[in-house]
C-alpha cells in the first residue's frame, strides 16, 4: 500500500530494459483481479517496436511517452476470443452488445489498474494515456484488431528516469468524493471548499494567467476538455464501437 | 504484489467490523491513482445502513454479501460536481455525452481497482458486483443520484470469514491473452489450447452435467449470459444512461 500512497504518474523512463519474463509476472498478477464471470474478454498488445510506437504516437496526440517508455499496453475489450470459443462449442454468443461492451470495459480496467498496482510495487512508473478512446478507429487499424476487439486504455511503463522529488499532485478533500447512504448534493459553499485547494495552487494560477482565463474552470471546459472535443471525439468513439461490430 | 496473486473473491464476512479511519485511508490511497486530467469525476456511496442494503439487495440478484459485508460502496461516474464547480466559475461544462461518460468510466473503475488492490493488501477481502449496469436506473434511485452521476460497478468489502483454502480460480493461459505488436487471431486449435484447462475442472464438468448442456460454452450463452438478458440490459443500460442526463 506504501508505493500506492507516494505514486506519481511517470513520463520519463530510464534506458534499463523492462525483461518479457517480468512483464508476464506483471501480467500474469493482473489476470487474477476480477472479470466478470471469468469469461476474461480482454487482451492486451504489448508495443516495442520503435517503428509501430512511431505510428500511435500520433494517435495519443504526440505523448512522448510512446516512444520514451519501453513497453506500451494497449488494453482491449476482446469478445472475438471468447465468441469463437462459444462457436466452436456449438453455443451462440451474444455479445455484441452495449451491455457486453461496458462490463467487459469494467474488466479490461480492472485488468490495467491491477498491472499498474503490481508494476508500481515493484518500482516501475506507469502513464496512463486517455487519448485511446478518442483514435480508438484508427489504433484498433494499427494494432490491427477484428471484431469485437476494442481499444480502452493505454499504459506506457519503465523503469523510472529519476526518483521522483516533485510533490503528489492535487486531490479533492475525501469529503468531496464520499457519500453516507445517499447523495448529498453540493451547496455553492461546497464547491468553493472542495475546489480551494485546486484553485490556489500556483501552477494552476499560473495556468490561469497564462491563458488569460478568469477561472481554472474555464481552463478545462475552453482547452484541456473542451464540449465541441468531447462531442467531436464521443462521434469519433461511437463510430469505432460500431466499426468493432457492437450494436450501439 | 503477493497479496495480488493470492486473492480470492470473498463473498464471507466476519463480524469484525471496518472502521470509518480504515474506510477513509483505503479511499485516500485509491484517489491517488491516475484520473482523467485530475477532474476526478467520480464519487463513492458507502452503505453500511441494513435497511437500504435489504433495498440494494434484489437490485444485485439477491447476491447475499450485499447484506453480509460490514460496508458496500457503488463507484459512480460524477459530473455533476464538476459542472457545478465548471458553472460557479464562469466556465460552460461539456460532459454530458458519450466520451466524457466513457473516460469518466475509466476513473471510476481505475478508483475501484485501486481500492481493492489496497484493501487486500491489508487482508480484507472484496466482490465485485457486476449487476450494477444491469440495474443501474433503479440503484441511481435508491441512492438518489442527481444528473450526470451514474453507477458503474459496486464492492462489498470486509474481513474474511475464514481464511481462504479454496484453489485460486482458473485463468486462461498468458498467450491466451497476450498479443505482440498486433493482434493475432486464433485458430480452431488455438481455441481448443486455450480453453483446455477451463473445460476440464471438475466443477465446470459438473455444470454442464446437471444443466443438461453439450458444452461448457453453452453454460455461458444459455444460461449465465444469454443474449437476451444482455441485449434486455443493454436496452436497460442505455435507459439509465439517457435518464441520468448523458445524451447517446
Not at 40 to 51: L, N, W
Not at 86 to 115: H, M, W
Not at 116 to 122: F, H, N, Q, R, S
Not at 133 to 148: D, G, S
Amino acid at each position: 500500500m506504501n508505493s500506492m500512497n507516494t505514486r506519481r504518474t511517470v513520463r520519463a523512463y530510464s534506458s534499463q530494459p523492462l525483461s518479457d519474463q517480468l512483464l508476464h509476472d506483471l501480467i500474469t498478477t493482473a489476470c487474477r483481479a476480477s472479470n466478470t464471470g471469468n469469461m476474461q474478454a480482454y487482451s492486451i498488445i504489448v508495443t516495442r517496436d520503435m517503428e509501430r510506437k512511431c505510428i500511435l504516437t500520433p494517435l495519443h496526440f504526440n505523448q512522448t511517452q510512446v516512444t520514451q517508455a519501453p513497453v506500451v499496453l494497449t488494453f482491449c475489450v476482446d469478445f472475438n476470443r471468447f465468441g469463437k470459443w462459444c462457436e466452436q462449442r456449438k453455443a451462440n454468443p451474444g455479445y455484441s452488445n452495449l451491455q457486453a461492451l461496458t462490463y467487459a470495459t469494467i474488466d479490461t480496467v480492472i485488468l490495467a489498474q491491477a498491472f499498474c498496482d503490481a508494476a508500481e510495487a515493484l518500482g516501475l512508473g506507469i502513464c496512463y494515456l486517455g487519448t485511446t478512446t478518442y483514435n480508438a478507429e484508427q489504433i484498433a487499424e494499427v494494432l490491427e484488431l477484428p471484431k469485437l476487439v476494442i481499444p480502452i486504455t493505454t499504459i506506457s511503463v519503465g523503469y523510472p528516469q529519476q526518483t521522483a522529488t516533485t510533490p503528489l499532485s492535487d486531490r479533492l478533500p475525501l469529503d468531496g468524493v464520499i457519500h453516507q447512504e445517499t447523495y448529498r448534493d453540493y451547496t455553492e459553499d461546497d464547491i468553493d471548499r472542495i475546489f480551494a485547494e485546486k484553485e490556489a495552487l500556483p501552477e494552476n494560477q499560473h495556468f490561469v494567467e497564462i491563458n488569460k482565463k478568469e477561472t481554472l474552470a474555464q481552463i478545462f471546459t475552453d482547452i484541456r476538455y473542451t464540449k465541441n472535443d468531447n462531442e467531436h471525439f464521443s462521434e469519433a468513439y461511437l463510430k469505432a464501437i460500431r466499426k468493432q461490430g457492437f450494436i450501439i
